[in-house]
């Protein structure tokens, strides 16, 4: 069974910067399109950051210039370094994966962040 385990949430003050982690395990088959989604209180979730197995990323538009998605294959862990917090970035932060071999999608338990003064 594929496992997610996610860490490095926590409060911090406005403009400090976090990195998220999450280590997927139990897989027999290639970790493909890696993600960070994130839910604020009584929002819907949303997708921040993606990575595909060759290092292709995208980002949320709002998180641009401050956060980078990174992968190591090696680890089959993504990372997601986040700098120039700001309060409304604010969430809990999921790790998602997918392995396309197994037509699987895996959620990690999410990590909160909370930017706050």
């Known amino acids: 069974q594929v496992q997610l385990v996610e860490s490095g949430g926590g409060l911090v003050h406005p403009g400090g910067s976090l990195r998220l982690s999450c280590a997927a395990s139990g897989s027999m088959f290639s970790i493909n399109a890696m993600a960070w989604y994130r839910q604020a209180a009584g929002k819907q979730r949303e997708l921040v950051a993606g990575?595909?197995?060759?290092?292709?990323?995208n980002l949320k538009d709002s998180v641009k210039g401050r956060f980078t998605i990174s992968r190591d294959n090696a680890k089959n862990t993504v990372y997601l370094q986040m700098n120039s917090l700001k309060p409304e970035d604010t969430a809990v932060y999921f790790c998602?994966?997918?392995?396309?071999?197994?037509?699987?999608?895996?959620w990690g338990q999410g990590t909160l962040v909370t930017v706050s003064s």
């Open positions: 990575i595909t197995s060759g290092g292709i990323t």
């Open positions: 998602n994966v997918h392995i396309y071999a197994l037509n699987l999608e895996v």
